[in-house]
């Protein structure tokens, strides 16, 4: 080893990685993510992770395929076996750089350690990783989708990830990410993210039959000017504030400086004048946009406006599953003039080009996060041009349409609850002494003392048995706004601080509104959990998908055991549904 070091790594000048997660320039052309797609019942390919840090001290992080191509959309049909051999490429960015250390910068591992079992490693370091299946309903065990204990280093051969999409798959648009915690917030903040697709939205909804339709991934990113002034078109604001995290604190106004910038297909559309990403359309052309919001931190309220005017867009489909699905008694299709989309969610919708001659633009609006929350403002995202000679996207629905089967299942909203169990967010500083001191996050079962997530811990703060439909109500006792998630299946949402919604139709993230203190109680959300598929068997996580809120520990375990082993799904700490 030291011959080695002494003849290579020391004479020959180290590597350095520049540009392997290149991005485009401001103002682009937004390009779609490279394709791939199931053949014969399968896909398989090769993925690997990578990171550089930018002379402005910033980093990135990226997918790429074997030849090169970042992020692809990963498209399966129900039924498919889908295979990722997946090579964790990550070097330490943090590291301390003597001469020996730059010149292992970016080679090979030499290392005489054991090996570690990826699925019992656990293990969490910056240059650690795994994968995480947004929304799918597969199992939470290794080699599938289990975050809890699978950690991938960079001296591990390609880690086999081998997921059966379930035959009952709800058809829609679903994402992979890095889910390791104390880390999750970096890596996807750099820019690890991908779209997957569950083919058939059409069958849900036969109107969507040919379709063209296009893929938007939405992320944010460290500001590219983070000491700019506000654009002069903006009216005259004080000096943005910090909140504890360190990022640029909500200022009430829809104004401002933003916590994080904000890219379309990794065009940056950076702060402060917005430049928007482009794009082309034919003149009222219809088409079926797909619309992941894989921020780490940043809400958005997208609206798309035509001559300065709202337009109608018409929603299909929420979280990956189409409105109309398993029983559901929503319309096919709800027509809206904007889409709220939190962290980790996503929204698939028919849009129509604007006229010839007549300018359309994509834009978010500003989303109150509350007096502890970012800054989320008002900006502009993608730019649209009507021309007739636009092309058109890559894919398009197919236009012979096989409906979907009857549900097997009732319709989860008229299923009688067999409990109720309230949860809830809630902050403190980390030194009670110091008020801007960093923040610790808790999610808790109420009536149990709040204490941050336990990486090391293998006890579920919940147990529910496979089988059963339950309601749950979370509360938020904190100033900021908080996205709750759960991995492994969807759920209804019933009613917003215990006024009743109409929404027949499910999620698998959802805003819990922020208190304050002029209300006469804290703000919750109730929904109505399905653990009826078998594919949730097992151990998994629900958490706050605000990212840097789910690394400092708002974050529970839930343990789904099937029911002819189950004893007791409901610990003493938890009320029954006449209990509350």
């Given amino acids: 080893m030291t011959a080695w070091l002494g003849a290579t790594a020391l004479q020959d000048p180290p590597r350095v990685q520049q540009d392997v997660c290149a991005r485009p320039e401001p103002g682009s052309a937004v390009a779609e993510p490279t394709e791939l797609r199931s053949r014969d019942g399968v896909l398989e390919t090769d993925l690997s992770v990578h990171d550089e840090k930018l002379p402005d001290g910033t980093s990135r992080y990226c997918y790429l395929t074997s030849d090169g191509k970042p992020s692809p959309t990963l498209r399966v049909k129900p039924g498919d076996q889908l295979v990722i051999h997946f090579k964790n490429d990550l070097v330490d960015l943090d590291a301390a750089t003597p001469a020996i250390d730059r010149a292992l910068a970016g080679a090979p591992i030499c290392t005489a350690k054991k090996p570690v079992d990826p699925c019992e490693s656990g293990a969490m370091t910056p240059v650690s990783t795994n994968l995480h299946f947004h929304g799918l309903t597969v199992p939470p065990v290794c080699h599938q989708d289990d975050v809890l204990k699978t950690s991938i280093q960079p001296d591990d051969k390609p880690f086999e990830y081998r997921v059966r999409i379930p035959d009952d798959a709800a058809p829609g648009l679903y994402w992979y990410h890095p889910h390791l915690h104390g880390f999750s917030k970096t890596q996807v903040l750099g820019g690890a993210s991908g779209a997957l697709i569950v083919e058939g939205i059409e069958r849900a909804d036969p109107s969507l039959a040919g379709l063209p339709e296009r893929v938007l991934v939405i992320r944010d990113q460290d500001l590219v000017n983070p000491d700019a002034q506000p654009s002069k078109s903006e009216p005259v604001m004080s000096k943005s504030q910090l909140d504890n995290d360190g990022d640029v604190a909500n200022s009430g106004t829809g104004f401002g400086k933003p916590s994080k910038d904000l890219s379309v297909n990794f065009v940056p559309v950076p702060f402060p004048n917005y430049p928007p990403a482009t794009l082309q359309m034919k003149p009222g052309e219809r088409q079926l946009w797909r619309v992941l919001n894989a921020s780490a931190i940043t809400y958005l309220n997208l609206a798309l406006l035509v001559g300065r005017a709202p337009q109608r867009v018409g929603v299909v489909g929420i979280d990956g599953v189409p409105l109309r699905f398993d029983g559901s008694p929503s319309p096919a299709v709800q027509w809206v003039n904007h889409i709220g989309l939190p962290p980790g969610s996503r929204a698939e919708f028919i849009v129509e080009g604007p006229p010839a001659g007549v300018p359309g633009l994509l834009v978010t609006r500003a989303v109150d996060t509350g007096p502890a929350g970012e800054n989320d403002p008002n900006r502009a995202l993608m730019a649209i041009t009507s021309t007739a000679d636009a092309s058109e996207p890559q894919a398009v629905l197919p236009a012979r349409v096989e409906p979907l089967p009857p549900p097997e299942r009732p319709w989860v909203g008229n299923v009688a609850p067999v409990r109720v169990r309230k949860l809830f967010f809630s902050e403190q500083p980390q030194d009670p002494n110091d008020p801007n001191s960093p923040t610790k996050f808790f999610m808790t079962i109420d009536g149990n003392e709040p204490k941050p997530f336990d990486p090391n811990s293998d006890v579920p703060d919940i147990v529910a048995t496979q089988g059963d439909v339950e309601d749950w109500i979370i509360e938020n006792r904190s100033m900021e706004l908080h996205d709750f998630h759960i991995h492994q299946l969807h759920f209804q949402l019933l009613d917003w601080s215990g006024i009743a919604v109409n929404e027949p139709f499910l999620r698998d993230t959802v805003n819990v509104p922020y208190y304050s203190v ?54 003493p700490t938890q009320p029954t549904k006449g209990e509350l």
């Fill in 518 to 571: 002029r209300m006469l109680k804290y703000p919750s959300v109730r929904l109505r959990m399905d653990f009826r598929d078998p594919n949730v068997v097992g151990t998994f996580v629900y958490h706050c998908h605000v990212l840097e809120h789910e690394d400092g520990g708002m974050m529970g375990r839930i343990k789904v055991v099937p029911r002819n082993t189950a004893t007791s799904t409901v610990p």
